[in-house]
């Protein structure tokens, strides 16, 4: 016993070393090979850890609930290090073997561990001993865990054999298949281990991925047995099964991961976005992207601005997130036609001079230590008007490559429209960079989308530009191409490498073998790198024996079949390692070489090419594939089509739209896209467009691909949107009732149904959902049956139209299933608004279902702003299950609820509408009123957003039609009219028409007593219409004592037909009766010549105007008919008197200043043969009397001074070829006499006075 208690003490002062050994101990014992078994054991002895029994745990020296302490401390209990904690129980054989390392190496694990087991007990001997069955199994358990030990020493020694380390590959860590938003970044992850390390290789679906060719694709990295695979800017194509192949000496092996990318309609908004949390602020930033640009268009030289508003929640100060713009995945940086603007919350990028170069799909990213958002946008540039009609227009995207000393490489892409013929070539310009001069590099156009230009002057830098031709003229240039400098491609390398190594303070001398004067030797690789019907294009590299000085090339030339070699660069050598030979015949094969020079002399040549056909070896395009269309939206199609099978470096396809039967051809895109998709924008909606594709590279382009079938641009059909407000209207012991609203979405088809799903929920924990209806629902509410009395459920709600279902609702709470006990009526239930206005809106609801302990008697209706408090429109209950609720202010969102009463009062609200944004949409229609010509009554609405299922639905007092003989519905197009059968005091009311697959287009009309009296009376006049006169008959007595009677129509048409009618006679045009209608002026006009007594009576102007009449009179009897013939009787002897000589102007006297009076008299109508005699007291004055020479004429006015007035009268005859004597007598009596001389009198006193 007491050598068993010294066992157990040497035991414990063991485990007593092992726990308070310093970690500086611990690492001088170990080595690499040490190290590595400590891994092992504790790896191994972890993995059997299961398999030691719960009694060899109670013989662990150290008890469970003893806490292990890993602080090393000396006998001053002083802290000195820290402890790496190890397994207690293999410490001590570790050690051992630790000690022993070299003797292992010679003998066998099991030897060494008996020998130094058994070397412990130095006077051993042989003896009897009688043990307890503690102690046997406490032995036990000591021989159990040395084989262990054992078995994993020798385990270790067998993978630490150089042949036992190779294995083959091992996936630890398989990638991860992931789901994606197109247009984000994905990466795969993985680990392999395996020796020798395993070589990688990524596939797409089992083709070879190579990552360094599509750099702006695929970047792949490995560092320590971990491999990555980024997939940028995930497009729908790049939905694929991804495979990592690990490949070694051992073996290979794969692992998989399947890679979905999830596409999204424009304008919906993905709510699951990368945001994290930001240890280095301590907040997760959310990012919220507003006020987004849409899809833009532009035209060449204008500028455009593309913006957003960007929302970072929360704010911290000083910070600020990135803002990054994109086109076409590619970011962008400032630049004169680039700019770009952050405000702080608002981001801007201004193009400057728009160009086809800037058409694309733009990107707004915004970064923060959360994450990223992003939203993209397509923009369109279409071209410049041309200068001259049939030109083709720009070429665009014109780039510099392989430049050297003399030489670079001008390539472009050709215009999406060639103009009225087909492009016959291209010029080149070019100009130095501080000139303004551009000059032409080719005199014969080039038809490849490519052209070397030689002859550049080292170290100046050049831009270019390229000019299209066809048979109509030369095209505007393109946008000049960036700088490019002509200069060495090492000393560009050198120079874009940066600064050298800094100044050491040194500098070393070195021997080197003298090369002035060496001859270059042949120049290496000699290659014709392209070759077209106009140029070859060589290339090489510099010899490799050159000496210090610059090294220039002669190019040499042979027909092929002759030993002719012809030097081409005769006058002056070049300098780049590139030469570009022109003038070459077609058709002819060319052997070429190359002759280094310098100072020293030529070298020998370079090895010959082979022989080179002058031709193009680049074909063109084969026609794409099959077009095929689909519907997008109201202004857009999505337009696939097969990508060319034969075509080498394609540079894209254009896509071109046409209505259909117009034969225009309009291009979608005026810049190339590599897909096989895309979107065309900015078409007119309901128009039938037919597209076709062609393809594009250097060599020019394709032909046309077949015509797409006709296509109508209209937005497609989707799923609806989940339908919201999902609540308990009614619930019993064993059933509920549910209500919930449509989608705000219909996805462009009508909602079919619903259906309902539920599940019960017990102490928070739910079960699995389960299907309640078979066939779809109709309405928008259900009575889900069958329930268990006080249980709880939740339920959900999905809509079904002709494209599939929807996603579910949001579940509901969890509802208890047990009897309402309330007296007041439940909340109203699918709450709609239709007629969205400015200043108003319409609200319509169903009834409760839940009635309480009476009937319903009315409702109240709550609306507030969206931030504002609750308020009630009316003060009286409405019985009415709509109200129109007014007074709204312009631009403020408004949520409205309503209330349902009963006798024993008002129930609780309804769940609130959505916030609706008062305003008037732009294309708004009211319905209008209309009375055709037939006098037909109808309400007549117009849709300008029709969509392809939508359908106009009329209802009065926004109920569906009960009557429908009342009204009949007539819809065509976007155009709906409901007529009136028979309009009277029944069809009072509001009548309202909504049109289903619409943002809410709807419009109602009241039709009120006295509005329906006035339409009434507007049919009848249309039904019996009545030509208007501007003027009623009147009559007009004209010379000769002509009657004329007339009348003016105020409107008619040329079929207008005139009666006319005395007496109830109709009367015709004769030798009494004149007749005329003007109908340019309207004006109705009957003359005759003389009024008889027979003409007394009644004249009528009657009208007839197809369907329209008139008529306009006028009665002429009595003394009104005889004055009206006494005046025309009188005119028409006047008419005749004025036929002969007559009087003007009777004779009368005037006074003259002189107080002389004179007689006198206008007379008309004189000829020669007419005699004029004067009387004076009934005497004739002769010619030779002294009165004659008082008698003057002046044209024809007679005077006669008579001198001082006397007594007297005088008479004027006038005696003409008529025989006629016509007298005027004039008697001077003592009245007139007396007013003679007063007048004299006043004339002499006013003389008499004058200041003259």
Same mark, same amino acid.
């Given at each position: 016993?007491?050598?068993?208690?010294?066992?157990?003490?040497?035991?414990?002062?063991r485990?007593?070393?092992?726990?308070y050994?310093?970690?500086?101990?611990?690492?001088?014992?170990?080595?690499?090979?040490?190290?590595?078994?400590?891994?092992?054991?504790?790896?191994?002895?972890?993995?059997?850890?299961?398999k030691?029994?719960?009694?060899?745990?109670?013989?662990?020296?150290l008890?469970?609930?003893?806490?292990?302490?890993?602080?090393?401390?000396?006998?001053?209990?002083?802290?000195?290090?820290y402890?790496?904690?190890?397994?207690?129980?293999?410490?001590?054989?570790?050690?051992?073997?630790?000690?022993?390392?070299?003797?292992?190496?010679?003998?066998?694990?099991?030897?060494?561990?008996?020998?130094?087991?058994?070397?412990?007990?130095?006077?051993?001997?042989?003896?009897?001993?009688?043990?307890?069955?503690?102690?046997?199994?406490?032995?036990?358990?000591?021989?159990?865990?040395?084989?262990?030990?054992m078995?994993?020493?020798?385990?270790?020694?067998k993978?630490m054999?150089?042949?036992?380390?190779?294995?083959?590959?091992?996936?630890?860590?398989?990638?991860?298949?992931?789901?994606?938003?197109?247009?984000?970044?994905?990466?795969?992850?993985c680990?392999?281990?395996?020796?020798?390390?395993?070589?990688?290789?990524?596939?797409?679906?089992?083709?070879?991925?190579?990552?360094?060719?599509?750099?702006?694709?695929?970047?792949?990295?490995?560092?320590?047995?971990?491999?990555?695979l980024?997939?940028k800017?995930?497009?729908?194509?790049?939905?694929?099964?991804?495979?990592?192949?690990?490949?070694?000496?051992?073996?290979?092996?794969?692992?998989?991961?399947?890679?979905?990318?999830?596409?999204?309609?424009?304008?919906e908004?993905?709510?699951?976005?990368?945001?994290?949390?930001?240890?280095?602020?301590?907040?997760?930033?959310?990012?919220?992207?507003?006020?987004?640009?849409d899809?833009?268009?532009?035209?060449?030289?204008?500028?455009?601005?593309?913006?957003?508003?960007?929302?970072?929640?929360?704010?911290?100060?000083?910070?600020?997130?990135?803002?990054?713009?994109?086109?076409?995945?590619?970011?962008?940086?400032?630049?004169?036609?680039?700019?770009?603007?952050?405000?702080?919350?608002?981001?801007?990028?201004?193009?400057?001079?728009?160009?086809k170069?800037?058409?694309g799909?733009?990107?707004?990213?915004?970064?923060?230590?959360?994450?990223?958002d992003?939203?993209?946008?397509?923009?369109?540039?279409r071209?410049?008007?041309?200068?001259?009609?049939?030109?083709?227009?720009?070429?665009?995207?014109?780039?510099?490559?392989?430049?050297?000393?003399?030489?670079?490489?001008?390539?472009?892409?050709?215009?999406?429209?060639?103009?009225?013929?087909?492009?016959?070539?291209y010029?080149?310009?070019?100009?130095?960079?501080?000139?303004?001069?551009?000059?032409?590099?080719?005199?014969?156009?080039?038809?490849?989308?490519?052209?070397?230009?030689?002859?550049?002057?080292?170290?100046?830098?050049?831009?270019?530009r390229?000019?299209?031709?066809n048979?109509?003229?030369?095209?505007?240039?393109?946008?000049?191409?960036?700088?490019?400098?002509?200069?060495?491609?090492?000393?560009?390398?050198?120079?874009?490498?940066?600064?050298?190594?800094?100044w050491t303070?040194?500098?070393?001398?070195?021997?080197?073998?003298?090369?002035?004067?060496?001859?270059?030797?042949?120049?290496?690789?000699?290659?014709?790198?392209?070759?077209?019907?106009?140029?070859?294009?060589?290339?090489?590299?510099?010899?490799?024996?050159?000496?210090?000085?610059?090294?220039?090339?002669?190019?040499?030339?042979?027909?092929?079949?002759?030993?002719?070699w012809?030097?081409?660069?005769?006058?002056?050598?070049?300098?780049?390692?590139?030469?570009?030979?022109?003038?070459?015949?077609?058709?002819?094969?060319?052997?070429?070489?190359?002759?280094?020079?310098?100072?020293?002399?030529?070298g020998?040549?370079?090895?010959?090419?082979?022989?080179?056909?002058?031709?193009?070896?680049?074909?063109?395009?084969?026609?794409?594939?099959?077009?095929?269309?689909?519907?997008?939206?109201?202004?857009?199609?999505?337009?696939c089509?097969?990508?060319?099978?034969?075509?080498?470096?394609?540079?894209?396809?254009?896509?071109?739209?046409?209505?259909?039967?117009?034969?225009?051809?309009?291009?979608?895109?005026?810049?190339?896209?590599?897909?096989?998709?895309?979107?065309?924008?900015?078409?007119n909606?309901?128009?039938?467009?037919?597209?076709?594709?062609?393809?594009?590279?250097?060599?020019?382009?394709?032909?046309?691909?077949?015509?797409?079938?006709?296509?109508?641009?209209?937005?497609?059909? *989707? @799923?609806?949107? /989940? $339908?919201? !407000?999902?609540?308990? &209207? %009614?619930?019993?012991? =064993?059933?509920? +009732? #549910?209500g919930w609203?449509?989608?705000?979405?219909?996805?462009?088809?009508?909602?079919r149904?619903?259906?309902?799903?539920?599940?019960?929920?017990?102490?928070?924990?739910?079960?699995?959902?389960?299907?309640i209806n078979l066939?779809?629902?109709?309405?928008?509410?259900y009575?889900?049956?069958?329930?268990?009395?006080?249980?709880?459920?939740?339920f959900?709600?999905?809509?079904?139209?002709?494209?599939?279902?929807?996603?579910?609702?949001?579940?509901?709470?969890?509802?208890?299933?047990?009897?309402?006990?309330? *007296? @007041?009526?439940? /909340? $109203?239930? !699918?709450?709609?608004? &239709? %007629?969205?206005?400015? =200043?108003?809106? +319409? #609200?319509?609801w169903?009834?409760?279902?839940?009635?309480?302990?009476?009937?319903?008697?009315?409702?109240?209706?709550?609306?507030?702003?969206?931030?504002?408090?609750?308020r009630?429109?009316?003060?009286?209950?409405?019985?009415?299950?709509?109200?129109?609720?007014?007074?709204?202010?312009?631009?403020?969102?408004?949520?409205?609820?309503?209330?349902?009463?009963?006798?024993?009062?008002?129930?609780?609200?309804?769940?609130?509408?959505?916030?609706?944004?008062?305003?008037?949409?732009?294309?708004?229609?009211?319905?209008? @009123?209309?009375?055709?010509?037939? !006098?037909?009554?109808?309400?007549?609405?117009?849709?300008?957003?029709?969509?392809?299922?939508?359908?106009?639905v009329?209802?009065?007092?926004?109920?569906?039609?009960?009557?429908?003989?009342?009204?009949?519905?007539?819809?065509?197009?976007?155009r709906?009219?409901?007529?009136?059968?028979?309009?009277?005091?029944?069809?009072?009311?509001?009548?309202?028409?909504?049109?289903?697959?619409?943002?809410?287009?709807?419009?109602?009309?009241?039709?009120?007593?006295?509005?329906?009296?006035?339409?009434?009376?507007?049919?009848?006049?249309?039904?019996?219409?009545?030509?208007?006169?501007?003027?009623?008959?009147?009559?007009?007595?004209?010379?000769?004592?002509?009657?004329?009677?007339?009348?003016?129509?105020?409107?008619?048409?040329?079929?207008?037909?005139?009666?006319y009618?005395?007496?109830?006679?109709?009367?015709?045009?004769?030798?009494?009766y004149?007749?005329?209608?003007?109908?340019?002026?309207?004006?109705?006009?009957?003359?005759?010549?003389?009024?008889?007594?027979?003409?007394?009576?009644t004249?009528?102007?009657?009208l007839?105007?197809?369907?329209?009449?008139?008529?306009?009179?006028?009665?002429?009897?009595?003394?009104?008919?005889?004055?009206?013939?006494?005046?025309?009787?009188?005119?028409?002897?006047?008419?005749?008197r004025?036929?002969?000589?007559?009087?003007?102007?009777?004779?009368?006297?005037?006074?003259?200043?002189?107080?002389?009076?004179?007689?006198?008299?206008?007379?008309?109508?004189?000829?020669?043969?007419?005699?004029?005699?004067?009387?004076k007291?009934?005497?004739?004055?002769?010619?030779?009397?002294?009165?004659?020479?008082?008698?003057?004429?002046?044209?024809?006015?007679?005077?006669?001074?008579?001198?001082?007035?006397?007594?007297?009268?005088?008479?004027?005859?006038?005696?003409?070829?008529?025989?006629s004597?016509?007298?005027?007598i004039?008697?001077?009596?003592?009245?007139?006499?007396?007013?003679?001389?007063?007048?004299?009198?006043?004339?002499?006193?006013?003389?008499?006075?004058?200041?003259?």
């Amino acid at each position: 016993m007491s050598k068993s208690l010294k066992l157990q003490k040497e035991q414990q002062q063991r485990d007593l070393e092992t726990r308070y050994e310093s970690s500086y101990h611990q690492g001088s014992l170990s080595s690499v090979n040490r190290q590595s078994y400590a891994a092992y054991v504790s790896s191994s002895s972890s993995s059997h850890g299961h398999k030691i029994s719960k009694k060899e745990k109670k013989l662990s020296t150290l008890s469970k609930k003893e806490k292990r302490s890993y602080l090393a401390v000396d006998k001053e209990e002083e802290v000195i290090g820290y402890v790496v904690p190890v397994f207690r129980s293999s410490h001590l054989a570790t050690q051992d073997l630790m000690e022993t390392q070299e003797e292992v190496k010679e003998e066998g694990v099991g030897y060494v561990v008996m020998r130094n087991l058994f070397s412990r007990e130095t006077d051993f001997k042989m003896r009897t001993v009688k043990k307890s069955r503690e102690t046997s199994l406490r032995e036990s358990a000591e021989r159990l865990a040395l084989s262990r030990k054992m078995h994993e020493k020798e385990e270790f020694q067998k993978k630490m054999n150089p042949d036992s380390l190779t294995h083959p590959p091992e996936f630890v860590v398989k990638p991860r298949g992931q789901t994606v938003w197109e247009g984000k970044s994905v990466t795969l992850h993985c680990t392999v281990a395996g020796w020798p390390k395993p070589r990688v290789a990524w596939y797409k679906n089992n083709v070879l991925i190579d990552a360094k060719s599509h750099p702006e694709k695929y970047v792949t990295e490995s560092q320590y047995n971990m491999h990555s695979l980024e997939i940028k800017n995930c497009s729908f194509s790049d939905t694929a099964e991804y495979r990592i192949s690990a490949l070694n000496v051992k073996g290979e092996s794969s692992a998989f991961a399947p890679v979905i990318i999830k596409r999204f309609k424009e304008g919906e908004e993905v709510t699951e976005r990368p945001h994290g949390f930001s240890p280095e602020y301590g907040v997760t930033f959310n990012t919220t992207i507003i006020d987004k640009f849409d899809v833009s268009f532009g035209r060449e030289g204008e500028t455009m601005s593309l913006g957003c508003t960007v929302i970072v929640y929360p704010t911290v100060k000083r910070y600020q997130p990135e803002i990054v713009w994109y086109r076409n995945g590619v970011a962008l940086s400032p630049s004169k036609w680039v700019q770009m603007h952050w405000s702080g919350e608002r981001a801007t990028l201004t193009l400057v001079h728009l160009n086809k170069e800037d058409e694309g799909l733009y990107t707004l990213r915004v970064n923060t230590k959360s994450g990223f958002d992003t939203h993209s946008a397509y923009v369109f540039v279409r071209d410049a008007d041309v200068e001259e009609e049939g030109v083709p227009v720009a070429p665009l995207d014109v780039r510099c490559h392989d430049a050297n000393k003399d030489y670079v490489v001008v390539t472009w892409k050709q215009p999406a429209v060639e103009g009225s013929s087909s492009i016959i070539g291209y010029f080149i310009d070019r100009l130095e960079v501080g000139t303004h001069h551009w000059t032409q590099c080719n005199d014969t156009p080039v038809k490849y989308a490519r052209f070397p230009v030689t002859g550049l002057n080292e170290g100046r830098s050049y831009t270019f530009r390229v000019r299209a031709l066809n048979n109509s003229g030369v095209s505007r240039p393109s946008r000049a191409s960036d700088p490019v400098v002509a200069m060495d491609p090492s000393d560009r390398a050198r120079l874009r490498a940066g600064p050298s190594a800094p100044w050491t303070g040194m500098i070393k001398f070195t021997e080197e073998d003298p090369t002035v004067g060496v001859v270059p030797g042949p120049s290496t690789d000699l290659a014709v790198t392209e070759a077209t019907k106009s140029y070859v294009v060589l290339s090489w590299k510099p010899p490799i024996q050159r000496g210090h000085e610059g090294v220039m090339y002669y190019v040499e030339k042979c027909l092929v079949g002759t030993d002719t070699w012809q030097r081409v660069n005769t006058g002056m050598p070049v300098k780049s390692p590139r030469f570009a030979l022109f003038d070459l015949a077609e058709g002819k094969s060319y052997s070429f070489r190359v002759r280094s020079c310098n100072s020293a002399g030529v070298g020998e040549p370079s090895e010959e090419t082979g022989a080179t056909t002058v031709g193009d070896r680049l074909d063109l395009p084969s026609v794409p594939g099959p077009v095929i269309p689909i519907r997008n939206t109201d202004t857009s199609v999505v337009v696939c089509w097969g990508a060319s099978k034969e075509v080498k470096n394609l540079v894209g396809y254009y896509i071109e739209v046409s209505v259909s039967g117009s034969g225009v051809w309009v291009p979608c895109n005026n810049k190339p896209v590599k897909g096989t998709r895309f979107v065309c924008h900015g078409l007119n909606t309901m128009d039938k467009c037919v597209f076709r594709v062609k393809a594009v590279n250097a060599a020019g382009y394709s032909g046309s691909s077949a015509e797409s079938e006709a296509c109508i641009v209209q937005a497609s059909i *989707a @799923v609806p949107s /989940p $339908p919201t !407000g999902v609540t308990l &209207q %009614e619930r019993l012991r =064993d059933y509920m +009732v #549910l209500g919930w609203q449509a989608p705000a979405k219909t996805g462009g088809a009508d909602i079919r149904g619903y259906y309902l799903d539920y599940r019960t929920v017990k102490d928070g924990i739910t079960s699995k959902w389960h299907e309640i209806n078979l066939q779809a629902v109709t309405g928008t509410s259900y009575k889900v049956t069958d329930l268990k009395e006080n249980v709880f459920y939740q339920f959900q709600v999905r809509a079904v139209n002709r494209a599939g279902i929807s996603e579910s609702s949001i579940p509901t709470v969890p509802l208890e299933c047990k009897e309402w006990t309330v *007296a @007041v009526p439940g /909340p $109203p239930h !699918g709450l709609r608004v &239709q %007629e969205v206005r400015k =200043d108003s809106m +319409v #609200l319509l609801w169903e009834p409760p279902t839940f009635n309480g302990r009476s009937a319903v008697t009315g409702y109240y209706v709550d609306y507030k702003e969206e931030n504002g408090k609750w308020r009630c429109v009316q003060e009286r209950s409405t019985k009415n299950t709509y109200m129109k609720v007014t007074g709204l202010q312009e631009g403020v969102s408004y949520m409205l609820r309503v209330h349902a009463k009963n006798l024993a009062g008002v129930g609780g609200p309804s769940k609130a509408t959505d916030a609706i944004l008062a305003e008037t949409r732009p294309g708004t229609n009211e319905i209008v @009123v209309d009375v055709d010509d037939d !006098g037909v009554i109808s309400l007549i609405f117009e849709c300008s957003d029709l969509k392809a299922n939508s359908q106009f639905v009329w209802s009065k007092n926004y109920e569906a039609f009960t009557d429908t003989s009342r009204l009949t519905i007539q819809t065509a197009g976007g155009r709906s009219r409901a007529i009136f059968n028979d309009p009277s005091l029944e069809d009072l009311g509001t009548y309202s028409c909504f049109v289903t697959n619409t943002d809410g287009v709807s419009a109602s009309y009241t039709l009120t007593e006295e509005g329906l009296k006035r339409l009434l009376d507007i049919s009848h006049d249309h039904q019996f219409p009545i030509i208007p006169f501007k003027s009623e008959m009147a009559i007009e007595l004209q010379e000769k004592g002509r009657v004329r009677f007339w009348a003016e129509v105020g409107k008619f048409t040329s079929n207008c037909q005139v009666e006319y009618v005395f007496n109830d006679n109709i009367i015709h045009e004769g030798k009494k009766y004149t007749m005329n209608f003007n109908k340019t002026t309207g004006i109705i006009e009957m003359f005759m010549d003389l009024l008889e007594v027979t003409d007394e009576g009644t004249f009528t102007f009657n009208l007839v105007d197809g369907k329209a009449t008139g008529r306009t009179s006028l009665v002429l009897i009595g003394e009104e008919f005889a004055e009206l013939q006494k005046k025309s009787e009188f005119e028409r002897a006047e008419w005749v008197r004025r036929q002969g000589p007559h009087f003007v102007e009777y004779l009368s006297f005037e006074v003259t200043p002189e107080c002389d009076v004179h007689l006198k008299c206008k007379v008309g109508n004189i000829k020669p043969a007419t005699e004029i005699a004067w009387f004076k007291d009934g005497i004739e004055i002769e010619e030779d009397d002294e009165d004659a020479k008082k008698i003057k004429k002046s044209d024809e006015v007679l005077i006669f001074d008579i001198g001082k007035v006397r007594l007297g009268w005088a008479v004027i005859r006038l005696c003409s070829s008529w025989d006629s004597i016509i007298c005027m007598i004039i008697i001077m009596n003592a009245f007139l006499l007396n007013a003679v001389f007063y007048i004299c009198y006043r004339l002499c006193y006013a003389k008499s006075h004058s200041p003259l």
